[in-house]
């Protein structure tokens, strides 16, 4: 039996999200890769209008800039477990 009320998607329900040590195991053309289906997969959604605000991991992508950030104030060294991906807010 085929559920007839489906709900909408959000950019959460489909973006693809790596720990900061899964990234870095990740060569320049997975890196790659990841950028274009996830401006490509924002771009598909907001052309359907599923989007009213933009994902800070798009934001990020969109400037070059690494789509992962630091949960707590930079100090000398950042054990590598308090990084996370901005796609994951």
């Known amino acids: 039996m085929q559920n007839s009320s489906l709900g909408l998607v959000s950019f959460e329900d489909v973006a693809v999200n790596f720990t900061w040590e ?45 789509p992962w950030t630091v949960e707590e104030p930079l100090e000398q060294s950042l054990p590598a477990n308090q990084w996370r991906l901005w796609a994951r807010d």
Do not use: F
């Not at 890196?31 to 924002?42: H, I």
């Open 22 to 66: 899964e990234w870095q195991d990740l060569d320049d053309a997975q890196r790659t890769l990841y950028r274009v289906v996830m401006l490509e997969t924002y771009s598909s959604l907001v052309s359907l209008g599923h989007c009213i605000t933009k994902p800070e991991v798009i934001v990020k992508l969109e400037q070059g800039a690494e």
